[in-house]
């Protein structure tokens, strides 16, 4: 009886299909196909050697019965194409470092203690930054003030410096443009003493008993003080950034936040806010 290979190889030819052919469907390595062609697979294991056949029956169309002896479905035998062609391959260059970390990576399942673990440094890290922030707000409600004696940084509440304020303050009613007085106070010895605080960046062009005193930038935090007998005049570029402190009596909201503000007269007699 002619034997299985030969019998295949003219199938093969007389459907006019090339050994090449055959191993780009097939997946089999071209030296196998031509040793099962010439019944030469004599040192190959027969559980592999009957895999190689079935593929090539299946891929020529023929029953496996008619060409593999004693041919019986088991597991044994070869059903994948990528297995067939794995046994002749060369072996591949070891796998780079970073494959293979991120094969290790990729397959790494956390413990329960190391799960337990994270969320406890997680929940720390939490309360922490909650800490911080909280302690941000607090200290973002207390403000630097100056005192008018000796130009000495005092960190008040805003409490505290609000009700020191209504006691000293006399709303100067800035109700009008045209015109805004305060309460008169009573004529002293020394005259007019005036403070200017800021709380932002201001110009402030002054001038007590006709003469320039000051005519330049106010700066935020600072303050100054000046002396005149009968009159001092004042004009502000940002009348909601500064208070005036006049013979100890407040002066606030001058006007608006960037307001310029010209012709305040200040006498004796009180406080005139013009045009």
Same mark, same amino acid.
């Given at each position: 009886? *002619?034997?299985?290979?030969?019998?295949?190889?003219?199938?093969?030819?007389?459907?006019? #299909?090339?050994?090449?052919?055959?191993?780009?469907?097939?997946? @089999?390595?071209?030296? =196998?196909?031509?040793?099962? *062609? /010439?019944?030469?697979?004599?040192?190959?294991?027969?559980?592999? +050697?009957?895999?190689?056949?079935?593929?090539?029956?299946?891929?020529? /169309?023929?029953?496996?019965?008619?060409? =593999?002896? %004693?041919?019986?479905?088991?597991?044994?035998?070869?059903?994948? #194409?990528?297995?067939?062609?794995? @046994?002749?391959?060369?072996? *591949?260059?070891?796998?780079?470092?970073?494959?293979?970390?991120?094969?290790?990576?990729?397959?790494?399942?956390?413990?329960?203690?190391?799960?337990?673990?994270?969320?406890?440094?997680? #929940?720390?890290?939490?309360?922490?930054?909650?800490?911080?922030?909280?302690?941000?707000?607090?200290?973002?409600?207390?403000? @630097?003030?100056?005192?008018?004696?000796?130009?000495?940084?005092? @960190?008040?509440?805003?409490?505290? %410096?609000?009700?020191?304020?209504?006691?000293?303050?006399?709303?100067?009613?800035?109700?009008?443009?045209?015109?805004?007085?305060?309460?008169?106070?009573?004529?002293?010895?020394? /005259?007019?003493?005036?403070?200017?605080?800021?709380?932002?960046?201001?110009?402030?062009? +002054?001038?007590? %008993?006709?003469?320039?005193?000051?005519?330049?930038? +106010?700066?935020?935090?600072?303050?100054?003080?000046?002396?005149?007998?009968?009159?001092?005049?004042?004009?502000?570029?940002?009348?909601?950034?500064?208070?005036?402190?006049?013979?100890?009596?407040?002066?606030?909201?001058?006007?608006?936040?960037?307001?310029?503000?010209?012709? #305040?007269?200040?006498?004796?007699?009180?406080?005139?806010?013009?045009?």
């Amino acid at each position: 009886m *002619e034997p299985a290979g030969e019998r295949l190889k003219k199938i093969r030819l007389e459907k006019g #299909i090339s050994l090449e052919e055959v191993r780009k469907r097939t997946k @089999v390595n071209l030296k =196998i196909l031509e040793a099962l *062609e /010439g019944d030469s697979l004599t040192d190959l294991s027969p559980v592999y +050697l009957k895999g190689f056949l079935k593929i090539y029956c299946n891929f020529l /169309g023929v029953d496996p019965r008619d060409y =593999i002896a %004693d041919y019986k479905e088991t597991q044994s035998v070869i059903k994948d #194409i990528d297995t067939a062609e794995y @046994v002749l391959r060369r072996p *591949e260059k070891p796998a780079s470092f970073f494959k293979t970390a991120s094969i290790k990576l990729s397959s790494f399942r956390p413990t329960k203690k190391f799960r337990a673990f994270f969320i406890f440094i997680a #929940i720390i890290i939490a309360m922490s930054l909650g800490l911080f922030n909280l302690g941000r707000v607090i200290s973002s409600r207390r403000r @630097v003030r100056l005192t008018p004696e000796k130009g000495v940084a005092v @960190v008040t509440s805003r409490k505290e %410096d609000t009700k020191k304020q209504k006691a000293k303050a006399v709303a100067p009613g800035i109700a009008k443009p045209q015109a805004a007085k305060a309460e008169p106070k009573k004529e002293t010895a020394a /005259g007019i003493r005036l403070i200017i605080r800021a709380r932002e960046n201001c110009w402030v062009y +002054l001038k007590a %008993d006709g003469r320039v005193l000051f005519q330049r930038v +106010l700066e935020k935090g600072r303050f100054e003080t000046w002396q005149a007998k009968e009159k001092i005049e004042l004009s502000l570029g940002n009348a909601g950034a500064v208070e005036l402190e006049v013979n100890g009596q407040l002066f606030l909201n001058l006007g608006r936040r960037g307001q310029a503000r010209k012709n #305040i007269v200040i006498t004796k007699e009180g406080l005139n806010i013009g045009r």
